[in-house]
């Protein structure tokens, strides 16, 4: 089965302190993706990436960047957190084709920005 | 602009009905499209694809529209085990490097005995 792991389930942070989040599949997936889920807003894509070291913004990529070192692994990354940041993120990676058919989610990190 | 849109529910209803969910999409140019399903506090998975001549897939039936940009999904038979947010997925050509994912905020089923 495929596994998209994500580093935490939960995280507390302050306004201001630099975030990590981390994700690792391990089915060699060319594509990955960060989306953050928020009550009333549904899942919105902030960034994607192709392949190693390439990105892509999404919808909402203001206060975010990503870094893709190697293929398994996806980080994004909060220079300066906000309040206005705590949300649900989850990463999903999938297989390339025309049609970038079925995404596997990992289990989500809840943040917490104080 | 890239929009899918759906009813966000709820729709409550009893074991054994039949329920049907709409979504509708606004590029013309979307290349595929997906209806996946999110438990409680759990993440999204795949429920089917949805294509041009309609799909079936047990108690599930999904159909495209392309002319009305439109996407149905069709249950039969509820069960207590369908309740679950079901989130209409559309596939945007986002440029000529590939394309991205984009979901609605969902729809949400509550079936009760």
């Known amino acids: 089965d495929v596994k998209v792991t994500q580093s935490s389930r939960y995280l507390v942070k302050r306004t201001g302190e630099k975030v990590f989040l981390e994700c690792v599949q391990d089915m060699d997936h060319e594509n990955m993706f960060w989306y953050r889920q928020d009550p009333g807003l549904g899942l919105r894509l902030i960034y994607f990436?192709?392949?190693?070291?390439?990105?892509e913004k999404g919808d909402i990529p203001e206060g975010y960047s990503v870094s893709r070192e190697k293929k398994e692994r996806f980080s994004l990354i909060l220079e300066s957190a906000s309040t206005n940041q705590t949300s649900m993120y989850l990463c999903?990676?999938?297989?390339?084709?025309?049609?970038?058919?079925?995404?596997?989610f990992g289990s989500g990190t809840q943040l917490s920005v104080l | 602009r890239k929009e899918v849109e759906q009813d966000p529910g709820p729709f409550n209803v009893p074991e054994g009905a039949t329920v049907a969910f709409n979504c509708t999409y606004s590029n013309s140019a979307s290349q595929s499209f997906f209806w996946y399903r999110q438990d409680c506090r759990k993440e999204p998975k795949l429920l089917m694809s949805v294509y041009s001549s309609g799909n079936e897939d047990g108690r599930f039936t999904a159909q495209l529209n392309r002319a009305s940009q439109y996407i149905s999904l069709l249950i039969r038979d509820s069960k207590l085990s369908d309740s679950a947010t079901y989130l209409c997925?559309?596939?945007?050509?986002?440029?000529?490097?590939?394309?991205?994912?984009?979901f609605g905020k969902g729809t949400t089923l509550s079936v009760s005995s």
């Open positions: 990436s192709y392949d190693v070291k390439m990105k």
């Open positions: 999903a990676s999938g297989a390339s084709s025309a049609t970038n058919e079925k995404l596997f």
């Open positions: 997925v559309v596939n945007f050509m986002a440029n000529q490097a590939g394309t991205a994912l984009i």
